[in-house]
């Protein structure tokens, strides 16, 4: 059974890039969250995928996009990149509905601006 | 701006003792609360999950919730070397997304 997967794995991009990260869901979910870690902090929410749209989105700007797709697929886009944007960006999936549903977590994509 | 506070680490405790995370959270209307273990370098692996006030043990770990005050913790009996990581706690209010606290650094000293 494939968990969570994500790619790529590290990438690095200068400042005013733009990047595109992906992640297919566990089997079976077809809800997908992002999250982005930056070093020394707990994971702070992005948005919110379900059923190919944004469902719920957290405190960051314009600049930060996403798409799923009809096989529950993400990405997460981001434009103008900044310094500031360097850090872990995960993705969960999970069944759809009950807060009590567990969200599964991917191995991340390590982002640096420079 | 719904909050969640970790007691502040590194926690250090030599093997064989109990290591003992404390989490606190904002927002009264929380339902849900995790446990999630983050290796460094390693994305977050749940450990426990908890949904009503009491204790709820899973093998040398026990969870326990208590509304009221508004706090959740994590034990750790017989810490081994293999428990040093960070650790997470996440509080879901319903609407879908988890917040996290900043985490509490544990290390299990042989």
């Known amino acids: 059974d494939a968990g969570v997967t994500q790619s790529p794995t590290h990438l690095i991009k200068t400042r005013g890039q733009q990047v595109t990260l992906r992640c297919s869901p566990k089997?079976?979910?077809?809800?997908v969250s992002w999250y982005q870690q930056a070093l020394g902090q707990g994971p702070q929410f992005i948005f919110q995928y379900y059923e190919e749209e944004e469902r719920q989105r957290g405190n960051f700007p314009d600049r930060f996009s996403g798409h799923q797709f009809p096989n529950y697929s993400s990405e997460l886009n981001v434009n103008a990149l900044l310094l500031g944007d360097s850090a872990l960006y995960l993705c969960a999936s999970s069944l759809p509905g009950l807060a009590k549903n567990i969200q599964y977590f991917g191995a991340g994509t390590r982002l640096s601006v420079l | 701006q719904k909050e969640v506070e970790q007691n502040s680490g590194p926690l250090s405790v030599p093997e064989g003792a109990i290591a003992s995370l404390n989490c606190t959270y904002s927002d009264r209307g929380s339902q849900s609360f995790f446990w999630y273990r983050q290796y460094s370098g390693k994305s977050p692996e749940l450990i426990m999950s908890i949904y009503s006030n009491g204790d709820k043990e899973d093998g040398r770990f026990t969870a326990q919730l208590n509304k009221a005050s508004q706090y959740v913790s994590l034990l750790i009996r017989d810490s081994q070397p293999s428990d040093s990581a960070t650790y997470l706690c996440a509080v879901n209010d319903g609407d879908y997304k988890l917040s996290f606290g900043a985490g509490t650094t544990v290390t299990v000293r042989a």
């Open positions: 089997s079976g979910h077809d809800t």
